[in-house]
């Protein structure tokens, strides 16, 4: 008896169709999406009664994004190249000037005592804000603040931040904290006169 003409043994073209299957999934690679790394402080111990404590003014600096993109620092409008070497200025106080932030001394686990800055950074924006715009100004304060922490690490351990122990890197963290405090976006509304 003859096979009708319409019929197809399908079970070679399954294995067919399984290997080029898990042929495209070993050679491709699949995008991970990536985000801001951002360490988190710890959660603070639930027996310890936390006291507020007051920031002086002097000890904030406000970074500002408009719905223009334009960049203010400390009050004053600057372009973005120059906000690195502001916030540098602003964290180490190098003068020791009374409107810039106040240090106070600070024991260090397996260094002693050293004088911390009691620096603040505030980044704010608006909701037009550009994400391009953000991303480069957090870029460059984050620069300043690995700048700073690299500036420590030579002048204490004789190299980079990133080329330290984990207790140096420890120990340059205490000395230098990150404090770069992001708020959420805030809206803009014309005034009417």
């Not at 931040?161 to 207790?167: A, I, N, P, S, V």
Request: aromatic fraction near 6%; charged fraction near 30%.
């Amino acid at each position: 008896m003859a096979r009708p003409a319409g019929d197809i043994n399908a079970g070679s073209m399954a294995d067919i169709a399984f290997l080029l299957l898990t042929f495209f999934m070993m050679v491709t690679t699949m995008d991970t999406e990536t985000g801001i790394q951002r360490r988190l402080p710890p959660m603070p111990d639930e027996n310890q009664i936390e006291q507020a404590e007051q920031i002086n003014k002097r000890n904030i600096m406000v970074v500002l994004i408009n719905n223009n993109d334009r960049l203010f620092a400390g009050g004053q409008e600057m372009p973005i190249v120059m906000l690195k070497d502001k916030v540098k200025e602003f964290l180490t106080n190098p003068a020791n000037l009374p409107d810039l932030p106040e240090r106070r001394e600070k024991e260090i686990e397996g260094f002693g005592p050293y004088m911390v800055s009691r620096a603040l950074v505030s980044l704010q924006n608006t909701r037009g804000t550009s994400y391009k715009a953000y991303i480069e100004v957090q870029n460059e304060l984050v620069k300043a603040f690995n700048e700073v922490r690299d500036d420590f690490a030579m002048q204490n351990f004789g190299k980079k931040y990133d080329l330290l122990d984990e207790d140096q890197q420890r120990i340059t963290r205490d000395a230098v904290p990150m404090n770069l405090s992001e708020r959420e976006p805030r809206e803009v509304t014309k005034r009417r006169r």
